[in-house]
C-alpha cells in the first residue's frame, strides 16, 4: 500500500503545488495563531508566576486583600499563632517617579523576619564611601536597595508619550520618588543580589514613613510551623481575619491572573479557532476539486482492483500528509510570532493584563503536539466528504467518457432546512448561561451560525443570482448561468470567503459598536474641564486635602471635585473589585442605565432582613456587579470597607467599561466616614467661565512641580482611551487579516482547479471567438460572482454573530452592554474590495486556462 | 585583592562584636549584620558612641524592682541565664539562653510600629554529653508591641515565641520567680527560677568596668543560686527536670575597648550556697588587659576583686573538628585571695558553630569548679558556665 | 451532383500553405498545399493518424500559424491578424464543431445555441428566435429550454451543429464531428451537418478519418506531405 499511497495519492498533492499550498499554508496560520496566543499566555502567566515565587519566596500562605493595602493589626495576631512559624509583613509601593511614566516596586520589608520567608528579597548593601549611617544599612529608613534589573532601568532616561526625554530616576547614587505630590530622595545603599527582575527592597518602617502608609501592610507571607499544611491553616486561621482579607497559597496568584485574563484569552482562541475552521474549509475544496478531477483516475484504479477503503484511506492521507505539513508550519510559525509579539509587545497579548512582565518563550512539548493534531485534523477533517465521495463513485459510470466535467460537486439544491436548523439551534445555544465566565452557548451560537451560513450558501445564491441576471456582456452571462446551474461550486469556493467574512464583519459590527459605545461614555464620565491626578489608583502619588486647597485656590478653578479608588478583595472568587468614592453628581460623570443619582424610594423587602436598609448609605454599581451578584437597584450591596462589612443600598447601575471585574460608586464623604482615608486619586476641575484651561494646567504645574502631576483635558483622556482600545483591538485586527487572506486563498485554490478541469470550456470558447481576455474577465466575473455570494452571506451571519458577541459574549464575558453601531461605509468598503480582490484572485489562479492552446484545449478528454 | 577582603571581614566581625558587648548573642547579633553588610562598613563602627546613649557611670544606684526591667536608652542590654539542670534519672544538662536589647537610633522619630528603632535578640541552648554537642537556636527582631518587647519596671522580654518574665504573686518584689519558654525545633523548655535573695550587685554597687579606661562599663548584676524546674525537651522526649542557674542582667552604652580581641568569663554556683563571678579581656595578642570577679557567700555578701586580683591560666586545648578552632576548654583560677581553682568542662564540645546562620563560632558550656585539697587531691565546689569568644578569628589568622 | 457553388467565387482559399512541426530537422506536415472550398461547399479531410489534418483545420482557423502562404475566409485574408482580431473574425465568420460537442452544461440548449450570437452581441430576442428557429432545424425546438445533461450523444452534436450555424458563418470547421457517436447517430449527425452547411451556404471543411462519413462529402481530400489529393472518386 505504501508505494500505491506515495505514487497515487501523496504525489498528487505535489502535482497540484499552489492548491496543496495554500491550504497548507491555510492550516498553518490557523495552528500558528491559536499556538502563539496559548504560548504568549502560558510564557506570560509562567513569567508572573516566577516573579510572584520569587517574591512569596518559601512563603505557605499568602495573606491579601485590598491592593491599596490593610490594617497591620491582623499582623501581630498572625505572627503569634502556633500555625505559623514566620510571618513577614510586607508593603509594597508602586512608587511614582517623579517626571517619568513609569514606577518602581519597592517593597517594604522586615529584614528580620525575610530570612525564612523570602531569602530571595535579602538585601546586600554596597560598599560606599560614608561609613557613618551604613552600620544597619538595611534597617536605615533612608537606604533602598535595587536589583540588577531596576538599577539598569532606573539608570536610563525615558521617553515620554510626549516624545520628550525624562531623566534618569537614579542619579549619583539617589533615586528620586514621589509620595503624594511631593519629591524625596533615598540613598541606594546596594543591591537585592537574588532577586531576578525589577524591583527595589527597603525597611518596612521606612516605606510606612515616607509613603505615609503608617499601620499598613500590603501582604503578610506566613511560613507554617512544621505539621502544619496549608488547608488547615487557611481553615483554623480564616476565624480571625477581617472582611477583605483573605489567606491563599501563592501559586493562587497566577491562577487569579490567569482567570482575570481568561475571558480575553478564549476570545481570542476563538478567533484562532475560526482561522483553523477556514484553514479545513480550504482543504475541504482542494480535496473536493482534486477529487473531481481525478473522478477516472479513480474509477480506473477501482476497476483495476483497488478496495473502496483502500481508496478512502489514500485520501485521508493525502489530507493528513496536508495537515500535517500545515501543523508543522504553525507550530514553528506560531512560535515565530510568540517571540516576535514578546520583543514588540510584550506578554499581555495587548490588553495589559501583564503589564510589565518580560517573559521567555517556552518550548511546550504537549502544547505543540496538541496543535499538530488539530492540524491533522484539519486536514483529514476536510478530506473526509471528498474522500467519501471519490470512493463510493460506481467506476463504470465515471470512466464513460464525456461525464459531466464537474460531476461529483456536491449536490446542494433545496437544502435550506438543515442551515435553518442550524440557526434555530445557535439561537438556543444563545440561552445558555456561561460557565466560568466563558460563554460557551455565546461560542457554539458563532460556530453553528458560520456553519448555517456555509450551508445556506446555495439557497442565498438562488435567491441573488436571479436579481443580477440583467447583465448584458456574455461574460457576465456565462459566469452567472454557470453559478446558478452549479451553487455547489459557490460553496466550494466560498466557504472560506462565509467564515471569513463573517468573522471580519462581526468583529468589526462589534468592535464598532464598543468603539462608539466606549466614546459615549468617556464623554459621560469626564464632563469636567481638567482632570488632574498624581499618580495611578495604586501608585505612590496621591492629592490630600491640603493638595485640594492649593488646587481650589488657583484662579480660574470654579469647583473641584475628588474621586478616591481603591481595589477590594471581596472573596477568593472575585479578587479584584473596585470602589470609587466621589460624588455622583458634578464634575464626573455617572453614565446610569438603571436607577437614579437620588436614594431609591423602593427598598428591597428580601433585603431587609431585619435592618431598616433605609438608612443605609447609597451605592452605585457597575453592570458587572449588577450582573455577577444578580442584584439591582433597591437591592443591598454588602463591601468589606475599613475592615469590617458595610451594607450599601442600591441606587442605581452605570454602564462601566474600565472595570471588567466590578466596581461600585459611593458617596465621599460616605467613604471617608466609614474608613478615614482621606487620600484622593484624581480631581476633576470645573472651570470658572472665561478661563482657559492651559493657564490654570500652568498654574497647577507651577504650585505643585510639573514633575508630581498629570494635568489632562479630557479631550486628552478620550484620545489616550481610544488609543488604548484601539491597541487592545489590534491583535483581533491581525487576526481577521488572517482569516480574510485564508478566505481568498479558498477562491484561488478553487479557480486553480477549476480552470484545469474547464479547459475544454475555454477552448470551446477561444474558437468560437473568445479572446484570451474575455476568458480571463470570465474567470473573474465568475469569482467576483463567488465572492459576493461569499460576502453576503458572510454579512448576514457577520450581522448575527456580531448580535451573539455584543449580546451574549460580551455581556457574560465582561458583563458589559454596549450600543449597536454599523460601521456601514467601512463594511461595504471591506465587502467591496474583497469581491475586487477575489476576482483578481480568481484571474490570477485561473491564468493557466488561458495559457493553454485553444486547440489542444477542446480535444483534451480529461 | 583576597587578603584585603579576608581581612576586612575579620576585622569587621571582631569589632561589631566589641560594639555590642559582652557574650555569645552579640557575636549573633554581629554576625547577622555581617551578613546584611559587607566588613568594610562595619570596620568603621569604632566610631565613637553617639551622645544620644547615656553613658554608664559609677555612683548612680540600682533600684529593684524598677531595674530588674529594661532600660531602652542605653544601648545594649541582656538578660542571660545559664545553669545545670538534672532530670530523674540523674543525667546532667547545661542550658543557656539569653534575651538581648539593642538600641539602633534608627527610626525614633518614625510613628511606624515597625520602626527598628529598638532590636530584641535572643539565643538559646542545651548542652547534652548523651549527644556530644550543643544544641542551639537563636531569634531576632525588631520590637514590635506584642510580638518582640523588652519592657521597662520588670523582667519582661520575649522575641518569636520565647519569652523570659518575672512571674508568681509578687512581681513587685526582687524576690519574684523568673520564668522562661524556649521553643526551637530540635529542643525546648519551660522553666522557672527561683532568687530566694536579693540581686548580687557586680563591680562598684553593679557599675562594672571593662577595661582601663571607665568609660568601658556597664551596670550589671547577677541572680546566682537561682533554684531552677521544669521541663526539658530535646527532640520528641520530654523530662521533667531540676537544678540551679545563674542570671546575668547588664546594661552599658559603651562597653568595649578597640583593643579587646575576646573575653572569658565564668558564672559559678558553688556547692556552699556561695557564687563566683570572673572574667578577664584579652588584647589582640591574648594578653589579660582588663579582669574582675565577685565571689558572694550564701547570705549574699560579696567580696570583690580587682583587675590585678584574677589570673586566668589555660591548662588544656581542644581543637574542633568541625571548624578548627583551639579552644582551652579547662583553666586554672589564681584568685588574690590565695585560691586557686580548676576548671573542667561537661564535655568538651561545647562549640557554637552557627556559621550556616549568623555566622558566629565560639565556646559556652557546661563546666564544674574543682578547688585543691591540703591532701593533694581536689573536690567538686561549684558548677556554672564558662563562655570564651574571640578566639576563632586568631586562628584564622 | 449539384454544382452550383463552383459559379460562386470559393468560401475558403489556402494558397500555397506550409507547416513544419519544430524539432531537429523540423517535420514537414505539409508543403505547397492548395484548397478552394466554394460556398454550400463541404470537403472532407482524410488522412492517416498524425498527418496533420487538424493541425491543418486550427491553421485555417487560425488558432496555429502557418510557416508560409496564404488563407482567405470570404476574400479576407487571416494569416497577418494577430491574436484579437482573430478571435473576432472567428466570432463572425467561423462555425465549429467538435468531436466531444463541448455544449455549456450550465445553459439551456437554446442558450447554448445562442452563444455565437451573444457574442456578436445580437439582440437578445433576435438571438433567441433565431437559436430556436436553428434548434428547430435540427429537429430539437421542442427542447429548446431543456438542460443539456439529458441529451444523447448525437442530440448534442445536433446542438453543436445548431450552434455553428446559427450567425450565418462564411465557414464551417469539423473536427471529427461524428467520432464520439455509434454509426447510426453518426450517419444522422453528418447528413444533419451537410444540409445545414449547405443551407446556409457556407464552406464546409470536415476532418475525419472515417471514409464513411467522408464520401458524403462534396469531396475527399487526402492529406500528405505534398498536399492534398482529390480522392473523391476513390472514395
Known amino acids: ?862 | 585583592m583576597m587578603d584585603t577582603r579576608k581581612d576586612a571581614q575579620q576585622r569587621g566581625f571582631c569589632n561589631a562584636s566589641a560594639v555590642i558587648g559582652r557574650r555569645c548573642a552579640a557575636l549573633l547579633w554581629a554576625a547577622l549584620l555581617a551578613v546584611l553588610v559587607p566588613a568594610p562598613l562595619l570596620a568603621a563602627d569604632v566610631a565613637p558612641a553617639q551622645a544620644s546613649y547615656p553613658p554608664v557611670l559609677a555612683g548612680k544606684a540600682l533600684s529593684f524592682p524598677h531595674d530588674l526591667g529594661a532600660h531602652p536608652d542605653y544601648r545594649t542590654e541582656w538578660w542571660y541565664i545559664t545553669g545545670w539542670l538534672h532530670d530523674a534519672a540523674g543525667e546532667e544538662r547545661g542550658f543557656q539562653l539569653t534575651f538581648f536589647r539593642v538600641r539602633t537610633l534608627i527610626g525614633e522619630d518614625n510613628p511606624s510600629r515597625f520602626a527598628p528603632s529598638q532590636l530584641i535578640l535572643a539565643h538559646a541552648a542545651v548542652a547534652d554529653p548523651a549527644t556530644g554537642r550543643l544544641r542551639h537556636a537563636e531569634r531576632a527582631a525588631r520590637a514590635y508591641p506584642e510580638l518582640a518587647e523588652a519592657a521597662t519596671g520588670t523582667t519582661q522580654v520575649g522575641v518569636g515565641g520565647w519569652s523570659l518574665r518575672t512571674d508568681g504573686g509578687a512581681p513587685d518584689s526582687d524576690r519574684a520567680p523568673y520564668r522562661t519558654h524556649i521553643d526551637a525545633q530540635d529542643f525546648a523548655f519551660d522553666l522557672v527560677f527561683e532568687p530566694g535573695r536579693a540581686p548580687l550587685l557586680n563591680g562598684r554597687e553593679g557599675f562594672s568596668q571593662k577595661a582601663p579606661d571607665p568609660i568601658n562599663a556597664s551596670y550589671y548584676y547577677s541572680r546566682p543560686q537561682l533554684r531552677t524546674a521544669g521541663t526539658l525537651r530535646l527532640d520528641g522526649e520530654r523530662f521533667a527536670v531540676k537544678g540551679h542557674a545563674w542570671l546575668d542582667h547588664e546594661w552599658s552604652s559603651e562597653i568595649l575597648p578597640a583593643a579587646a580581641s575576646g573575653w572569658d568569663w565564668i558564672g559559678i554556683n558553688l556547692h556552699d550556697g556561695g557564687s563566683l563571678m570572673l572574667f578577664q579581656m584579652r588584647d589582640a595578642e591574648g594578653r589579660a588587659m582588663w579582669a574582675a570577679g565577685t565571689l558572694g557567700d550564701k547570705a549574699g555578701k560579696a567580696r570583690k576583686f580587682a583587675a590585678d586580683e584574677v589570673r586566668f591560666e589555660p591548662l588544656r586545648h581542644w581543637t574542633s573538628p568541625r571548624t578548627g578552632v583551639r579552644y582551652p576548654v579547662e583553666w586554672r583560677l589564681h584568685l588574690a585571695d590565695g585560691r586557686t581553682l580548676q576548671l573542667r568542662p561537661l564535655l568538651d564540645d561545647q562549640e557554637l558553630d552557627s556559621r550556616s546562620s549568623t555566622g558566629a563560632v565560639y565556646w559556652e558550656g557546661a563546666v564544674r569548679l574543682f578547688e585543691a585539697q591540703a591532701d593533694g587531691g581536689e573536690r567538686e565546689i561549684g558548677q556554672g558556665y564558662l563562655e570564651m569568644t574571640g578566639y576563632a578569628e586568631r586562628l584564622n589568622m | 451532383m449539384d454544382c452550383h457553388f463552383l459559379l460562386l467565387p470559393p468560401m475558403l482559399t489556402a494558397h500555397a500553405l506550409r507547416k513544419t512541426l519544430p524539432g531537429t530537422p523540423p517535420r514537414v506536415l505539409f508543403d505547397t498545399l492548395e484548397l478552394q472550398v466554394g460556398a454550400g461547399e463541404c470537403v472532407a479531410i482524410v488522412g492517416e493518424s498524425g498527418s496533420g489534418k487538424s493541425t491543418l483545420l486550427n491553421c485555417l482557423a487560425g488558432l496555429e500559424p502557418v510557416d508560409g502562404g496564404r488563407i482567405e475566409v470570404g476574400g479576407q485574408r487571416i494569416e497577418g491578424l494577430d491574436e484579437d482580431a482573430m478571435a473576432r473574425l472567428r466570432r463572425s465568420a467561423y462555425g465549429f464543431v467538435f468531436q466531444a460537442f463541448h455544449i455549456l452544461p450550465h445553459l439551456s440548449l437554446v442558450q447554448n445555441v445562442a452563444l455565437p450570437l451573444w457574442l456578436l452581441r445580437t439582440d437578445d430576442k433576435e438571438a433567441e428566435a433565431r437559436a430556436r428557429t436553428m434548434l428547430t432545424r435540427v429537429g430539437l425546438g421542442t427542447r429548446a429550454d431543456d438542460p443539456p445533461h439529458e441529451l444523447s450523444g448525437g442530440e448534442m452534436q445536433r446542438v453543436a451543429i445548431a450552434r455553428a450555424l446559427v450567425h450565418r458563418p462564411r465557414l464551417v470547421l469539423a473536427d471529427e464531428p461524428t467520432g464520439n457517436l455509434d454509426p447510426v447517430r453518426a450517419s444522422d449527425v453528418l447528413d444533419l451537418l451537410l444540409e445545414q452547411i449547405r443551407d446556409s451556404e457556407a464552406a464546409g471543411v470536415l476532418v475525419t478519418h472515417s471514409r464513411v462519413a467522408a464520401r458524403r462529402a462534396d469531396r475527399v481530400l487526402e492529406l500528405g506531405v505534398q498536399g492534398l489529393v482529390d480522392i473523391t472518386e476513390r472514395a
Open chain 1, 1 to 862: 500500500m505504501s508505494a500505491t499511497l506515495h505514487r497515487l495519492f501523496l504525489a498528487s498533492l505535489l502535482r497540484r503545488r499552489l492548491a496543496t499550498a495554500l491550504s497548507l499554508f491555510a492550516i498553518a496560520l490557523g495552528v500558528a495563531l491559536g499556538l502563539a496566543v496559548q504560548l504568549i499566555h502560558s510564557a506570560a502567566i509562567d513569567e508572573f508566576g516566577r516573579g510572584m515565587r520569587l517574591i512569596a519566596g518559601e512563603a505557605d500562605l499568602q495573606l491579601v486583600g485590598a491592593r491599596d493595602g490593610f490594617d497591620e493589626a491582623i499582623y501581630p495576631v498572625l505572627a503569634a499563632r502556633a500555625e505559623v512559624a514566620e510571618a513577614s509583613p510586607v508593603l509594597v509601593i508602586q512608587a511614582r517617579l517623579p517626571g517619568r511614566e513609569d514606577a518602581l516596586e519597592i517593597h517594604g520589608v522586615d529584614l528580620f523576619r525575610l530570612a525564612r520567608v523570602q531569602p530571595m528579597l535579602l538585601p546586600r548593601a554596597a560598599a560606599a564611601a560614608d561609613a557613618a549611617d551604613t552600620r544597619f544599612a538595611a534597617l536605615q529608613p533612608d537606604n533602598i536597595f535595587l536589583s540588577d534589573e531596576a538599577r539598569a532601568h532606573l539608570s536610563e532616561s525615558q521617553q515620554l508619550e510626549s516624545g520628550e526625554f525624562a531623566a534618569p530616576a537614579l542619579r549619583g547614587g539617589e533615586l528620586v520618588l514621589q509620595s503624594g505630590v511631593r519629591s524625596f530622595a533615598l540613598r541606594v545603599a546596594g543591591e537585592v543580589p537574588a532577586a531576578s527582575a525589577s524591583l527595589a527592597v527597603m525597611d518596612i518602617a521606612g516605606a510606612q514613613q515616607h509613603f505615609d502608609r503608617i499601620g499598613v501592610l500590603s501582604r503578610i507571607d506566613l511560613k507554617l510551623a512544621a505539621g502544619v499544611s496549608a488547608q488547615m491553616a487557611r481553615q483554623s486561621l480564616a476565624t480571625l481575619l477581617p472582611p477583605g482579607l483573605s489567606l491563599r497559597v501563592p501559586e493562587a496568584a497566577a491562577s487569579e491572573l490567569s482567570t482575570l485574563s481568561r475571558a480575553y484569552r478564549v476570545n481570542l482562541t476563538m478567533l484562532a479557532a475560526i482561522a483553523l475552521l477556514t484553514g479545513g474549509f480550504l482543504v475541504f475544496s482542494t480535496q473536493l476539486l482534486s477529487v473531481v478531477r481525478r473522478r477516472r483516475e479513480f474509477a480506473l484504479l477501482r476497476a483495476l482492483g483497488m478496495e473502496r477503503r483502500q481508496l478512502l484511506r489514500g485520501l485521508l492521507a493525502e489530507g493528513a500528509a496536508v495537515g500535517l505539513a500545515g501543523g508543522l508550519l504553525g507550530v514553528a510559525l506560531g512560535h515565530g510570532l510568540a517571540a516576535a509579539a514578546f520583543k514588540f509587545v510584550g506578554g499581555d497579548l495587548g490588553a495589559g493584563f501583564f503589564r510589565g512582565t518580560q517573559p521567555q518563550l517556552q518550548f511546550d512539548a504537549m502544547l505543540v503536539v496538541g496543535y499538530l493534531l488539530l492540524g491533522i485534523a484539519a486536514g483529514v477533517i476536510g478530506t473526509w466528504l471528498p474522500a467519501r465521495e471519490a470512493s463510493r463513485v460506481a467506476p463504470a459510470r465515471a470512466l464513460k467518457a464525456g461525464e459531466g466535467e464537474y460531476a461529483g460537486l456536491p449536490q446542494v439544491r433545496g437544502g435550506w432546512r438543515p442551515g435553518v436548523g442550524l440557526l434555530v439551534i445557535a439561537g438556543l445555544a444563545c440561552i445558555l448561561p456561561p460557565l466560568n465566565d466563558i460563554p460557551i452557548g455565546g461560542y457554539g451560537a458563532v460556530a453553528l451560525t458560520l456553519a448555517a451560513a456555509v450551508l445556506l450558501l446555495p439557497t442565498i445564491a438562488r435567491g441573488v443570482l436571479p436579481v443580477l441576471r440583467r447583465g448584458r456582456a456574455l461574460s457576465w452571462r456565462l459566469a452567472h448561468a454557470r453559478l446558478s446551474a452549479t451553487p455547489g461550486q459557490a460553496v466550494v469556493a466560498g466557504a472560506g470567503v462565509v467564515a471569513s467574512v463573517a468573522l471580519a464583519a462581526a468583529m468589526a459590527i462589534m468592535v464598532s459598536s464598543f468603539r462608539v459605545s466606549v466614546d459615549d461614555w468617556l464623554a459621560q464620565v469626564l464632563p469636567a474641564d481638567l482632570y488632574v491626578r498624581a499618580s495611578v489608583s495604586s501608585g505612590s502619588g496621591y492629592l490630600d486635602g491640603d493638595a485640594l486647597a492649593r488646587i481650589a485656590a488657583v484662579p480660574g478653578v470654579a469647583t473641584v471635585d475628588t474621586t478616591r479608588q481603591v481595589n477590594l478583595r471581596i472573596s477568593d472568587e472575585e479578587p479584584l473589585f473596585t470602589v470609587l468614592a466621589r460624588p455622583v453628581r458634578g464634575n464626573w460623570g455617572l453614565p446610569l442605565i438603571a436607577g437614579s443619582s437620588e436614594r431609591p424610594a423602593r427598598v428591597n423587602a428580601a433585603d431587609a432582613a431585619g435592618e431598616i436598609d433605609a438608612d443605609l448609605p447609597p451605592a452605585w454599581i457597575s453592570e458587572a456587579t449588577a450582573d455577577r451578584r444578580q442584584i439591582g437597584v433597591g437591592d443591598r450591596l454588602t463591601l468589606p470597607l475599613g475592615g469590617q462589612l458595610r451594607h450599601f443600598i442600591v441606587a442605581g447601575i452605570w454602564r462601566d467599561y474600565a472595570r471588567q471585574h466590578g466596581a461600585a460608586l459611593i458617596e465621599s464623604a460616605d467613604y471617608v466616614a466609614l474608613t478615614g482615608d482621606q487620600r484622593i486619586n484624581d480631581a476633576a476641575i470645573s472651570l470658572a467661565p472665561g478661563s482657559d484651561a492651559a493657564t490654570v494646567a500652568a498654574a497647577l504645574r507651577a504650585d505643585f512641580g510639573a514633575e508630581h502631576l498629570s494635568i489632562a483635558l479630557p479631550g486628552e483622556i478620550r484620545a489616550l482611551s481610544l488609543q488604548i482600545f484601539d491597541r487592545t483591538f489590534l491583535i483581533t485586527y491581525l487576526m481577521e487579516a488572517v482569516t480574510v487572506m485564508i478566505g481568498l486563498f479558498g477562491i484561488a485554490t478553487t479557480f486553480a482547479a477549476l480552470a484545469t478541469t474547464r479547459e475544454g470550456e475555454f477552448g470551446m470558447l477561444r474558437h468560437l471567438g473568445f479572446t484570451r481576455a474575455d476568458i480571463g474577465r470570465l474567470i473573474a466575473i465568475e469569482g467576483a460572482l463567488t465572492a459576493s455570494l461569499g460576502v453576503i452571506a458572510g454579512l448576514l451571519a457577520g450581522a448575527a454573530i456580531a448580535w451573539i458577541l455584543i449580546e451574549i459574549v460580551n455581556r457574560q464575558s465582561f458583563h458589559w452592554s454596549m450600543d449597536l453601531a454599523v460601521p456601514w461605509g467601512a463594511l461595504a468598503l471591506f465587502a467591496s474590495s474583497l469581491i475586487v480582490l477575489a476576482a483578481l484572485v480568481a484571474r490570477l489562479a485561473g491564468a493557466r486556462a488561458m495559457q493553454r492552446s485553444a486547440a489542444l484545449a477542446v480535444k483534451a478528454d480529461w
